[in-house]
């Protein structure tokens, strides 16, 4: 059934508004016909009155509908929604197309237009309208003009970045366009919805990401903490911290990112150096991507509680750069936790550029794909990388300077699998590794991994691979998260030897 407002539950929603559940937080938003504002689930605003309310999938819904968005809840917080379909090719197609406008990394700096779209999914632009606006109730380009005006409404409202700079990375192509849209939306000027007395913060300026709960901040820490390479990041007191770099535009900014939770408010505080600002939306969603924010955790648990108990908080882990997962991947081959971090750290130090961020421990940056590219043989090999791993992650730098591979969320999943696993010493077990933490694909299934055959205990079976593939199709779509499961189900010892 196409996802369209008219298909949601009016008086669930309407229970979840009253009990303020934040595990609906971002799958549905309430527009109030007496106030002509929407709001997310979880506002802390006196509940309407039933007959006031109309619930709609999306802010771009509600936006089209004629509803402002609360200056208190804030919908620009909320998890994003991610639907992810088994059902007709219309909505498949539809939900890889939003898929798409949702991914910066996947467009030019100008942004997508439904020419382009309609190109990257192999359809007429006629038909990515129709099944878009079937499966979501907007056009393309009025979901990517909600999408730009909410971010530039947090830009606003937690920064001290010019609205000219907030214009601008937030996609719109001119101050003057930026302010017609705000003010044609939100009934008031960009400058008005400014904060007063927001200043510049020397120790980076903060913005708050929603995510939905059940959440298991510490298993995600935890992960992140035993993989973390010395010199480039580190956990410490509930806090991650790294550096980045993002390219856009031919250049490069480069600074630090500091994460903590405040889970009280089912929140994740984002910290930015001052050098990534220019970039801060790209920032926001690979962080986003990275923590896992914007799983539904009802839909996981639905199809993996009775499996897996114990683990409704369980998220995947993304990656801050595919290319860098990649990498990683591959040192991690057929080798412990520990020594594919010590790899790491030494391919940081011997081809990663030097940052002075001015942070104890973050110094340097994870090193470029032509730094690699051109590290054929002896540079690797003396590092006690073997020969089969110096040929895989050579290879990989290439295709990705290249731009014949492409490693984010926008990635067609299928295509990217096939063209990793032409790579020599990358199988389908690290390419399946890299779908499911660098592509975001939730179906991901290392079925050759042997903790996670150890977990479903058919390690000893005469074909496990085969074993383990046959038990995970009831878990479709959401194998990924099924794996992440399994791993934390088994002892330390074993846990250990899990990919870096």
């Avoid at 913005?207 to 992960?223: E, H, I, N, S, W």
């Avoid at 993996?304 to 595919?322: A, I, Q, Y």
């Avoid at 391919?347 to 942070?359: C, I, M, N, W």
Wanted: glycine share 8%.
């Amino acid at each position: 059934m196409p996802i369209t407002a008219d298909t949601l539950q009016p008086d669930a929603c309407y229970l979840a508004l009253k009990a303020r559940d934040a595990r609906f937080d971002g799958c549905f938003f309430t527009g109030v016909t007496s106030t002509g504002i929407y709001c997310r689930p979880v506002c802390r605003v006196r509940t309407p009155k039933r007959e006031n309310c109309r619930f709609f999938f999306h802010a771009a819904q509600a936006e089209r509908a004629g509803f402002r968005p609360c200056l208190r809840c804030r919908p620009e917080l909320a998890p994003h929604a991610q639907a992810w379909s088994m059902q007709d090719a219309g909505s498949i197609l539809a939900q890889q197309a939003a898929r798409l406008l949702d991914e910066p990394e996947a467009w030019d700096e100008g942004g997508p237009s439904v020419e382009q779209l309609a190109a990257r999914l192999g359809v007429s632009e006629r038909h990515v309208r129709r099944i878009f606006e079937a499966q979501f109730g907007v056009s393309p380009l009025q979901y990517v003009q909600t999408r730009r005006l909410l971010t530039a409404k947090q830009l606003l409202a937690d920064t001290s970045l010019p609205i000219t700079q907030v214009a601008m990375v937030s996609g719109f192509g001119s101050l003057r366009r930026f302010n017609a849209a705000f003010v044609q939306h939100y009934g008031l000027s960009p400058s008005k919805l400014r904060r007063e007395g927001a200043a510049p913060q020397p120790q980076g300026l903060a913005v708050r990401l929603g995510f939905r709960p059940p959440y298991d901040a510490q298993a995600m820490l935890g992960f992140f903490a035993t993989r973390a390479i010395q010199g480039m990041e580190h956990v410490e007191g509930g806090t991650f911290a790294r550096t980045l770099s993002v390219e856009t535009g031919g250049q490069s900014h480069q600074g630090w990112i500091e994460a903590g939770f405040d889970e009280e408010r089912h929140q994740l505080v984002l910290r930015v150096s001052v050098e990534l600002h220019p970039v801060l939306p790209q920032v926001i969603r690979r962080v986003r991507a990275a923590f896992d924010l914007d799983c539904d955790p009802l839909a996981v648990n639905g199809v993996l509680h009775d499996v897996f108990p114990g683990c409704e908080g369980l998220r995947v882990p993304g990656t801050f750069n595919g290319w860098e997962l990649a990498v990683r991947a591959v040192l991690g081959q057929q080798v412990t936790v520990a020594a594919a971090r010590t790899l790491a750290r030494r391919v940081v130090e011997r081809f990663g550029q030097p940052l002075d961020t001015g942070r104890t421990g973050l110094t340097r940056l994870f090193p470029t794909p032509a730094s690699l590219a051109a590290a054929e043989g002896d540079p690797l090999g003396s590092l006690g990388i073997v020969r089969q791993r110096q040929a895989a992650i050579v290879a990989l730098a290439r295709a990705v300077a290249e731009q014949r591979l492409q490693l984010h969320a926008g990635a067609d999943v299928p295509a990217t699998l096939a063209a990793l696993k032409e790579l020599p010493g990358i199988g389908d077990w690290t390419a399946h590794y890299i779908a499911m933490r660098a592509l975001r694909w939730p179906d991901a299934f290392p079925a050759g991994d042997v903790a996670l055959q150890n977990a479903l205990g058919v390690r000893q079976a005469k074909q496990p691979a085969r074993e383990a593939e046959a038990a995970s199709q009831a878990w479709k779509p959401w194998r990924s998260y099924a794996v992440i499961r399994a791993w934390a189900g088994l002892p330390a010892p074993a846990r250990n030897k899990e990919p870096s």
